[in-house]
């Protein structure tokens, strides 16, 4: 069966410095050699510190900026030979969620203006539905009709947040890719946003990028994890294998660094040692090395290859076989009872709308 999405080897350079010539005398590595693949259905998951190039590989997948060089295959097809009718016709089928919706909503325009405008672009509803159509998605979401004659400065962070993905869904794609969709929201709503997106994803069959720093959050929605440092995956597995036995030091240091509501629970906190190495001048060898608390020789001068195991968990390591056994990184019951509960409280529309001030309505399908 043919990945959804496939990309190999992608690179992306950016210009940071020219001569008096104009001729570039400086690149800024944003993203060196990805490679992944994504099924129908499922969420992988982009995870790193700022400036590791997640955001870039969300937006060369669309070609909102252009790679340098690799593939990127969408049900098989190349993406990158592409013209322009054939790149609009594929953005029916992958759609981006921003990180801040006020910003990428137009403020001079209503929702229901919003949401009419991609239906009109790729003509998939008669004028005379379009109305409808757009009901229809803002209860998708959760947000009730009367919304629509409203502009986005209307409207709570969650919300905006909604009216986003509704219009994300308004061409009913098959791809949707989440730039960090909830890192501007406080935890009440963040729980809301995140259920939303599952529940989605299980009536509409919806497969997802999901871009985040927050590895409580990917933990709670993805389905397969990659874990990037400077512009390089250097880790990527199940989520729960990535979660109870990391492999590579880095993704170790990052999952130690997630707070965990229990003072005395027994875990290893991993603090890594100076600055994150420029992107302009990345390291020789293992780009983590300068930090890496199990650093040797070798690692200083060859690039370690993203090598993976029967079970497909991969981890570009020289060292991943010698490494101590990740005991109490993150311990298990990570989520304390109150914690659970709350969580489980926001699965619930009743609960949500009671305790958010959210208007909240039944769900209707999606229809043609």
Known sequence: MTALLEVEGLVKH?????????????????????????DAGKTLALVGESGCGKSTVSRLMLRLIEPDSGQIRFEG??????????????????????????????????ISQILTEPLALH?????????QRVEELLQLVGLEP???????????????????IARALAVEPKLIICDEPVSALDVSIRSQILNLLRDLQDRLGLAYI???HDLAVVKHIADRVAVMNLGGIVEMANTEALFASPRHPYSRALL???????????????LLQGEMPSALNPPAGCRFHTRCPYVIERCRIEPPELLGDKSGHLTACHRTAE???????????????????LVAAFGSH????????VDIVAPTPLTG
């Open 123 to 131: 003509d998939l509803v008669p004028a005379s539905r379009r109305q």
């Open 210 to 212: 999901f871009v985040s």
């Open 77 to 110: 097809r190349d993406l990158l030979a592409f013209d322009a009718n054939q790149l609009r016709a594929f953005r029916r089928d992958a759609q981006i969620i921003f990180q801040d919706p006020y910003a990428s909503l137009n403020p001079r325009m209503t």
């Open 14 to 38: 950016f210009v940071a410095a020219r001569s008096v010539f104009g001729r570039a005398t400086a690149f800024i590595k944003a993203v060196d050699g990805v490679s992944f693949s994504l």
């Open 256 to 270: 130690s660094a997630i707070p965990v509501p229990k003072p005395r629970a027994k875990r290893s906190r991993i």
């Open 323 to 341: 490494l101590p056994p990740p005991d109490a990184v993150l311990p298990a019951d990570s989520l304390s009872p109150a914690l659970e509960r």
């Open 146 to 164: 009367r919304f629509a004659r409203r502009y986005s400065h209307e409207f709570s962070g969650g919300q905006r947040q909604r009216i986003a």
């Open 350 to 357: 009743a609960d949500v709308a009671r305790s958010s001030g």
